[in-house]
T-cell receptor, first 114, second 111 residues
């Protein structure tokens, strides 16, 4: 298994600003993902973080708004850029190996944009 | 489109058995997973079915019927700590890509 940490755990930000969320895995994982979850709702995949190359974004998410880095196998960042209140959500990082049917999730970053 | 349907809420009492169903429509299918998420916590992996049949892990079991595009999670001997949201998730691509999650089922266990 893998233990995933995220920081910050929560933040309150002004509209128009940007926030970078960090995700650290305690062991090497093949895949890393970023999800968004509204409280009480399902998880929506934002992108797959690829080591050393550009992330693969899902429909509705773009690199200019959610730039992602993954410089090595155990670390990734997600930036939420030019924030608006609609970006208020919980952002979750996850990692997996092999077939990735079993993913390990970080505790999430609760973002509020005012 | 891709969709996973599960009941939004289920209630039960301690010691009871509850079944949470999941039907899916996805472009590909390589397995069905179940995750548990307590309020304010991270989703945690419970079980996975790639083939038809029942998988048992302690008090939790998961079933899959690929011909019916259907699966369920069975929770036995319910405890208060089982109160949480339960998500089914489909692995829709073979190449190790991410999961498609259902909307989740909130289970409330009372004494």
């Amino acid at each position: 298994s893998a233990v995933i940490s995220q920081k910050p755990s929560r933040d309150i930000c002004q509209r128009g600003t940007s926030l970078t969320i960090q995700c650290q895995v305690d062991s090497q994982v093949t895949m890393m993902f970023w999800y968004r979850q509204q409280p009480g709702q399902s998880l929506t995949l934002i992108a797959t973080a690829n080591q050393g190359s550009e992330a693969t974004y899902e429909s509705g998410f773009v690199i200019d708004k959610f730039p992602i880095s993954r410089p090595n196998l155990t670390f990734s960042t997600l930036t939420v850029s030019n924030m608006s209140p609609e970006d208020s959500s919980i952002y979750l990082c996850s990692g997996g190996t092999g077939d990735s049917y079993e993913q390990y999730f970080g505790p999430g970053t609760r973002l509020t944009v005012t | 489109g891709q969709s996973l349907e599960q009941p939004s809420e289920v209630t039960a009492v301690e010691g009871a058995i509850v079944q949470i169903n999941c039907t899916y429509q996805t472009s590909g299918f390589y397995g069905l997973s179940w995750y548990q998420q307590h309020d304010g916590g991270a989703p945690t992996f419970l079980s996975y079915n790639a083939l038809d049949g029942l998988e048992e892990t302690g008090r939790f079991s998961s079933f899959l019927s690929r011909s019916d595009s259907y699966g369920y999670l069975l929770l036995q001997e319910l405890q208060m700590k089982d109160s949480a949201s339960y998500f089914c998730a489909v692995k829709a691509n073979q190449a190790g890509t991410a999961l498609i999650f259902g909307k989740g089922t909130t289970l409330s266990v009372s004494s």
